[in-house]
């Protein structure tokens, strides 16, 4: 039973449910693994070996007494330090934070326990979840499993460094600015951003949130096969009133015909030679697959949408931001906040208003595009993942870092859903591509990237090394 860590989520949830293999042997199995490789990788910051035994264990006494065990039965999952977990503390990486214990879950986290998920431990992320890279002065540096050089990404590098490295079947991520399709790219495993008001979420242990963070952040699943970040989706979804932007739209819609778009540089991004390759192979399958595939010099505006997303979500608070990373004292922080002034700081009401008037015609624009194309192909990033640490190598390689993300920005402006699908590897490091769809219409990058993941080979599980 020791390499039950070694299934997907669907096949394991499959055997519990048949009573083949028991949660608490899953559970048993996933703590396993998560001592042998986390040291080396330091991607699960809080877990209890107790408390997750005993998840298992009321799964198997629900099985025993005849009762459905939910679409996760017993599938260990991970989720971030940034969502509410009763009796944990929600620091978001921050030693500001790191006596604020939850009282209760975040709906995301009780929508996973009533699914039947056993939550197996929780995953690092920056501090703030301001970053594409995972450390902070709290719970450490997070490296990436496949290659220790490159960074995991950020803000989820935690969860998508565990989920690559066998540690869950599954990781709950959030995503503002990418921060679930960049791990999930720089850790070679599949992420989804959902639409906006898909997922609810909602931690109590903090003050609401302010209209930029309200309506461009969500929470979704990173696994290691569409199938598994399918069921993470629709374990996640289940409605809950503690969040007014849930919307109760169907996980299915209705058909429409399979035809894509691929645009190799939108908005003129400088998308390099390996990420081009991937692209391009990504469209050569879903042609193979029955897709009509449009090569596009042009897409709706996503530099402007990422712009203005950058300044709707940083100048909503900023002041407070920039003083809460000064007493932390975090240097990846402290250079995001810095390198943002320009756009955030001294924005006025008439100015907010306006980016949120924009917000309605890009918006509209993106939905009409992709009502003739239902799916667009797009780079995650213009970069193969990047140097660990490369934001604080400078200012130029600062603006280096934010240029190559834009795709990632852009489209939450929108509350649009992206999928991240592994690709495989260029020389040392993963690579993949970004599948996008029309809001609520998640099924459709699903769709399209289980196309793409069934003609290629599938995600292996990293075996961490020293760096």
Known sequence: MSELWRLSAVELAARIRRREVSAVQAAQSALERLQAVNPAINAVVDYRPEDTLAQAAQVDEALARGEAPGLLAGVPVTVKVNVDQAGFATTNGVTLQKDLIAAVNNPVVDNLRRAGAVIVGRTNTPAFSLRWFTSNQLHGHTLNPRNPVLTPGGSSGGAASAVAAGIGHLAHGTDIAGSIRYPA????????????GRVPAYNAALPERTIGGQITAVSGPL???IA????????????????????PAPLTGPDVPRRAALCLNPDGMQTEPAVV????EAARRLSEAGWSVDT????????EAADLQ???????????MVEAARKEGDAGAIAALAGQRERAAGMDLAQFSAILTRRATLTRLWELFLADYPVLLLPVSAELPFADNLDLQGDAAYDRVWRA???QIGLPFMGLPGLTVAMGSAGDSPVGVQVVAGRYREDLCLA????????????????????
Do not use: F, N
Not at 185 to 196: E, I
Not at 231 to 240: E, H, I, K, V
């Open 277 to 280: 390759k991937a692209l391009q």
């Open 296 to 303: 596009l010099d042009a897409v709706p505006p996503l530099q």
């Open 223 to 225: 696994g290691r096969t």
């Open 228 to 247: 598994d970040v399918r069921l993470g989706l629709a374990a996640m979804a289940a409605p809950d009133p503690r969040d007014p932007w849930w919307v």
């Open 405 to 407: 993300q834009m795709t």
């Open 448 to 467: 399209a990237g289980e196309a793409i993941e069934a003609a290629g080979p599938p995600v292996d599980i990293a075996q961490p090394r020293p760096r």
């Open 185 to 196: 790219y720089a850790c070679g495993v599949h992420g989804l951003r959902p639409s906006l």
């Open 310 to 320: 950058i300044r709707m979500w940083m100048a909503d608070g900023y002041a407070g």
